[in-house]
C-alpha cells in the first residue's frame, strides 16, 4: 500500500487543505486485465470522515486503517472535516460543498479512482458518522454504501445537550438557531422522511452499547427500519472510543460490496 499525503487548494473553503489516501501498490484483478489501462479510473474507495476533535491524520495515528485497506484492496481517502459538521454554515465555510462533491472530484484528478456509484463508499465516526450517512442519503447516485461508526445522528438532541457556551456559539455559526435544524437537511430523523429508500444508499450502522450518543443511534435505527431503509445495524460492549472504532472499522469493511476491476 501507498499512504500519500496529498496538500491541494479549495475553491469550496478558499484555503489549502490537505488529505490522507492510502492506495493499493497491485490491484487485485479480474477478466485478465493487466498494466495501466487496468489501473485507470478503477479502484474501489471508501471516503473516511473524521470526528469532531480530529482530522485527516486521526485514522492512520488511531488504528490500523492501512492494513485493513490492504486486506480488502480498498483505495481510502480521508479528508480534514475539521469542526465543521459537514454542513455548509450558516455563518462560515462550506464543509458540506466541500466534502461531498469537491474532495471526490480532486481526488479522481490526482488519483486512478472509480466514479462508479458501486464503488464508492463513504463512512465516518461520530461528527463523521452523522456527515457520512447525511451525504450518502443526499447523494444516492454517487455512493452505494454509507457506514456510520457511533454517529451523533440526531444534531437537534445533541445541540440541546450542549453546556459549554462556546461550543454552543459554534453551532449557533454552523446550524443557526436549535428551533432552525428541524425539517432540513441537516436534520437526519427528517431527512428520512424525504429519501426515497428505495435509491437510497444501503446503511451500515453500530454504536456502542456504553456509548452516550447510543440512543440517538438507536433512534435513528428504528426510524430508517421503519420507513424501509435497506439497513445493518449491530451494537456491542463498548464506549466512545478508538478501540472500538479499530474493531468496528474491519466489519464496515467487511460489509462493503468492494468489487475489483
Request: with cysteine.
Amino acid at each position: 500500500m501507498a499512504l500519500i499525503t496529498c496538500e491541494y487548494f479549495s475553491e469550496e473553503l478558499s484555503m489549502m487543505r490537505s488529505m490522507r489516501v492510502i492506495l493499493p501498490q497491485e490491484l487485485k484483478l479480474k477478466d485478465g486485465l493487466n498494466g495501466d489501462n487496468a489501473l485507470h479510473g478503477s479502484l474501489p474507495v471508501l471516503y473516511l470522515l473524521n470526528g469532531l476533535s480530529d482530522n485527516d491524520t486521526a485514522w492512520i495515528r488511531r488504528t490500523s486503517i492501512e492494513r485493513y485497506a490492504m486486506k480488502w484492496n480498498v483505495a481510502v481517502v480521508m479528508p480534514n472535516g475539521e469542526r465543521g459538521w459537514y454542513t455548509d454554515a450558516v455563518a462560515g465555510y462550506k464543509y458540506y460543498s466541500h466534502i461531498a462533491y469537491e474532495v471526490p472530484r480532486i481526488a479522481r484528478s490526482f488519483f486512478p479512482l472509480s466514479d462508479k456509484r458501486e464503488d464508492n463508499f463513504i463512512a465516518g465516526i461520530s461528527m463523521g458518522g452523522y456527515g457520512a450517512i447525511k451525504i450518502g442519503l443526499l447523494n444516492p447516485e454517487i455512493y452505494s454504501v454509507v457506514g456510520s461508526l457511533s454517529g451523533a445522528l440526531d444534531i437537534k438532541r445533541r445541540y440541546n445537550g450542549i453546556e459549554d457556551i462556546n461550543y454552543l456559539h459554534e453551532l449557533e455559526n454552523i446550524y443557526g438557531s436549535l428551533d432552525s435544524i428541524e425539517g432540513t437537511d441537516n436534520d437526519l430523523l427528517s431527512l428520512l422522511d424525504k429519501i426515497d429508500p428505495k435509491s437510497a444508499p444501503k446503511i451500515l450502522q453500530c454504536c456502542g452499547t456504553e456509548d452516550f450518543l447510543y440512543g440517538m443511534n438507536t433512534s435513528f435505527i428504528e426510524k430508517a427500519r421503519k420507513n424501509k431503509f435497506d439497513v445493518e445495524y449491530w451494537e456491542g460492549a463498548g464506549a466512545h472510543t478508538w478501540d472500538y472504532w479499530d474493531s468496528e472499522i474491519q466489519n464496515i469493511l467487511r460489509k462493503m460490496p468492494i468489487r475489483h476491476r
